[in-house]
């Protein structure tokens, strides 16, 4: 990309749908989820993309997708390349076609071949490392294919052990350049060596969850005693309501996928 060209972060999102009642589930006991809250929350969400100087490229509504919702898992974006995913659970693979579609008018795109399996949910970068969790979704021939697309880029993969929740992303995210957010109980430390990192409250063990966008970072408010952790080490927090979308084992980076590239607007 010519350093020269404006360029524009780009959010792509895609609506709840009306399924998400039966979505996925593996580590959260079903409750009922009210899908027109969840839609308001969502658009909250967006606005908040929005807020942080991100354009939109709304996906079409998949009705019959539960958990369509949730585009961080159907791809990885990085600078030089999108891999799409082939997500860990069957009832989500058919999310992939219409992401790869976008994407491919940004990236040159790669796939992971069947059968192994991942999720963007798994995939965590910092700098040139991507720490991938070895979770219920994502099969460490899943991280094997990923580590070959990027490799010529210079990216090295790491492979983080992940119990007692459903992704690594549910367990460690990023909150600054160089600083992380994590749970202990869900993931071990040393993969991390040479980080700094805050812990979550232990009484919010869901709470590593953060969408970092420049120098803030978007956070639940479901998570209030974490949020004031995160206060405190000098992370700017803004606070939105996804209790809907936690319902179905949602978080705030999961209802996007963010990345940079050249200021093209549509023809
Ligand atoms: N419900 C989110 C997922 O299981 O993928």
């Not at 999108?82 to 976008?102: I, L």
């Not at 490392?129 to 210079?154: D, I, K, N």
């Not at 990216?155 to 992303?169: D, N, S």
């Not at 405190?232 to 936690?246: F, N, P, T």
Request: proline share 7%; aromatic share 4%.
């Amino acid at each position: 990309m010519p350093s020269s060209a404006k360029q524009v972060r780009i959010a792509v999102t895609r609506p709840v749908s009306p399924a998400l009642l039966r979505c996925e589930l593996t580590h959260l006991a079903r409750a009922p989820i009210d899908i027109d809250r969840a839609r308001e929350q969502h658009a909250t969400y967006e606005q908040a993309l929005l807020r942080v100087g991100c354009r939109l490229e709304r996906l079409p509504e998949a009705p019959l997708l539960a958990d369509s919702v949730f585009v961080e898992d159907t791809a990885i974006v990085l600078d030089e390349i999108a891999v799409v995913t082939r997500p860990g659970a069957p009832s989500r693979r058919a999310e992939t076609d219409s992401v790869a579609k976008v994407l491919g008018r940004y990236r040159r795109i790669a796939g992971i071949a069947a059968p192994a399996t991942l999720d963007g949910g798994d995939v965590l970068r910092v700098n040139r490392t991507l720490y991938v969790g070895l979770s219920g979704r994502s099969s460490r021939s899943g991280l094997e294919q990923l580590a070959e697309h990027v490799a010529p880029f210079g990216y090295r993969v790491e492979a983080v052990p992940v119990h007692g929740c459903l992704h690594l992303k549910s367990a460690v995210t990023r909150v600054g350049p160089e600083t992380l957010l994590l749970n202990p109980q869900y993931v071990a430390t040393e993969p991390f060596r040479g980080l700094e990192w805050i812990e979550v409250d232990s009484a919010e063990p869901l709470g590593a969850n953060a969408l970092l966008l420049d120098s803030e970072v978007i956070y639940p408010a479901s998570k209030p005693r974490t949020a004031e952790r995160l206060r405190r080490g000098g992370v700017a927090v803004s606070v939105i309501d996804v209790s809907e979308l936690e319902k179905a084992e949602g978080a705030v980076t999961c209802c996007s996928l963010v990345f940079v590239d050249d200021d093209r607007r549509e023809p």
